[in-house]
T-cell receptor, first 113, second 114 residues
């Protein structure tokens, strides 16, 4: 069974601080996606990482895919209240010739002004 | 272009009733997936349809069913509702023929079962 563990589950920090959230698994994924979900809305894709060791930057957000393609991290620099939300990672893998996707339970981030 | 539209946004039902939720995908998208989101379990995959065919199914009981129409719109139905079915039901559409690829989510239908 494929599992994605996200940590921490909750994080509350002051505006301007830096933070890192993690997405870990014992399984290998062909790619990994990060989504952000705000209250009352559906998740919105932030980034997809495909290659082991890949690093992608989206303004103040830096995403990294582990060398072995089993884990990923999201680093936010100088967090702002607008970064508040539920961050979900989703891993894509192949099973029985079918492409599948599994979601972690998410990290709920709250940035205090 | 218009995003994924889900209706109704909110609904309250009682145990034993049944419910039908609707999802209109982004124009041109032929893949529609359904997810159940709860605080304890996170996002759990229900099923996925492509060109009116169920391509994949998650580990949910037979009370959960779905279908897709020729215009790619999809519905899901939950029969004999239980308290534990209270959740946010999210629909996602994708332009990719494969199950994976970027998912565009709707705002969800929040179901409360009393």
């Amino acid at each position: 069974t494929q599992l994605l563990e996200q940590s921490p589950q909750f994080l509350s920090i002051q505006e301007g601080e830096n933070l890192t959230v993690y997405c870990n698994s014992s399984s290998v994924f062909s790619s990994l996606q990060w989504y952000r979900q705000e209250p009352g809305e559906g998740p919105v894709l932030l980034v997809t990482v495909v290659t082991g060791g890949e690093v992608k930057k989206l303004k103040r957000l830096t995403f990294q895919f582990g060398d072995a393609r089993k884990d990923s991290s999201l680093h936010i620099t100088a967090a702002q209240p607008g970064d508040t939300g539920l961050y979900l990672c989703a891993g894509e893998y192949r099973m029985n010739r079918d492409d599948k996707i599994i979601f972690g339970k998410g990290t709920r981030l709250h940035i205090l002004p | 272009k218009a995003g994924v539209t889900q209706t109704p946004r909110y609904l309250i039902k009682t145990r034993g009733q049944q419910v039908t939720l609707s999802c209109s995908p982004i124009s041109g998208h032929r893949s529609v997936s359904w997810y159940q989101q709860t605080p304890g379990q996170g996002l759990q995959f229900l099923f996925e349809y492509f060109s009116e065919t169920q391509r994949n199914k998650g580990n949910f009981p037979g009370r959960f069913s779905g279908r897709q129409f020729s215009n790619s719109r999809s519905e899901m139905n939950v029969s004999t509702l239980e308290l534990g079915d209270s959740a946010l039901y999210l629909c996602a559409s994708s332009s990719s023929r494969a199950e994976t690829g970027e998912l565009f989510f709707g705002e969800g239908s929040r179901l409360t079962v009393l």
